[in-house]
């Protein structure tokens, strides 16, 4: 007998092949207008879907969760970080969570790099002088940013994305140093040069330039607390790719309102869409809109993986991509 094709609702805009596809293989439900679902519509999917595809957008709680109707057995999540997934809360509806790994590596990395060369070398802020049209000509004291090479760069999260940051930021005459939760392999830091630091303390005060690149998690929230901020130093600068809330944005502000800081460049923010309205008025930032995946190749990736774990999970297999208990 042949299995049951699955019911599937994809709750934000995809790639037009990857949605024609899914189309082809699934008893699919997409979302044309690309307007998040709300909290009821969340409700709506979980007590009839089969399998649920969600982005960063959809903030699936035990309270949404409690309501999975019983043929809900996986959330196929468009996205590599699941943290607006309660996942011991699907674990204990029997429901399976996969995400999509890898994929967007060299795509934030790439994104992470362009921060900090635009951060060091002030370029937001000279495309903003060449538009206003107040530049009046080269001058020799003029946009004078900070050279690249020689920098001490301090990666807080040393996984796939933070190890092809380093190999970049080597390619550019940084010193990689780093802080993780584990130290990574010998082999990894000999390849990358790479310094450990056990101390996230103390390597954030000697460094020029942090590079956040952790998932966002319970004990990540806030890492980057106002404390730890001021421990930076003044000509230091800040870029995160990795998930606002891991920032005190707040903290963050003040410190440069007061020039505590040299400059951030930040493609996340801690309540995104919505932004602390400061960081707007300010001339030593680069903001980004959560872009750092944004490559359409990254995009297809993404695709593929989702569908390999619905058709995996479908045909009565285990997922490739399991997010497991162990990842928490």
């Not at 410190?255 to 008025?281: C, Q, W, Y």
Request: hydrophobic letters at 45%; proline letters at 5%.
């Amino acid at each position: 007998m042949a299995p049951k094709t699955p019911k599937v609702v994809v709750t934000r805009k995809l790639p037009d092949a990857i949605e024609l596809r899914m189309m082809e293989l699934f008893d699919t439900t997409l979302n044309e207008s690309d307007e998040p679902f709300s909290r009821e519509q969340l409700i709506e999917a979980v007590a009839h879907a089969d399998v649920l595809v969600p982005t960063l957008t959809d903030t699936l709680d035990a309270d949404v969760l409690s309501r999975a109707g019983t043929n809900l057995k996986l959330i196929a999540n468009f996205g590599t970080g699941f943290d607006h997934i309660d996942i011991k809360a699907a674990q204990g509806k029997g429901i399976t969570v996969t995400n999509t790994p890898g994929v967007l590596t060299e795509d934030t990395a790439d994104i992470t790099m362009g921060l900090i060369l635009g951060v060091l070398r002030r370029m937001s802020e000279g495309a903003r002088l060449l538009r206003s049209g107040g530049w009046a000509g080269w001058s020799p004291a003029s946009m004078l940013g900070q050279r690249v090479a020689g920098k001490r760069l301090g990666i807080v999260g040393m996984g796939r994305i933070g190890q092809a940051v380093a190999q970049r930021a080597r390619a550019f005459g940084m010193s990689i140093h780093y802080h993780n939760r584990n130290r990574v392999l010998a082999k990894t830091e000999e390849a990358l040069e790479a310094t450990y630091w056990e101390s996230l303390d103390q390597m954030l005060a000697r460094m020029d330039v942090i590079s956040v690149n952790c998932p966002h998690t319970p004990a990540t929230f806030h890492l980057l607390s106002a404390r730890r901020l001021r421990l930076m130093q003044p000509h230091a600068v800040l870029v995160n790719t990795a998930r606002g809330e891991i920032v005190d944005e707040l903290a963050l502000v003040q410190m440069l309102e007061h020039s505590d800081i040299a400059g951030v460049g930040l493609d996340v923010f801690e309540r995104e869409p919505a932004m602390n309205p400061k960081l707007l008025t300010l001339d030593n930032v680069v903001l980004l809109p959560h872009m750092g995946s944004a490559t359409q190749e990254g995009r297809m990736d993404m695709g593929e993986k989702v569908m390999i774990n619905i058709k995996a999970h479908a045909d009565g297999h285990n997922p490739p991509d399991r997010v497991l208990e162990g990842l928490l």
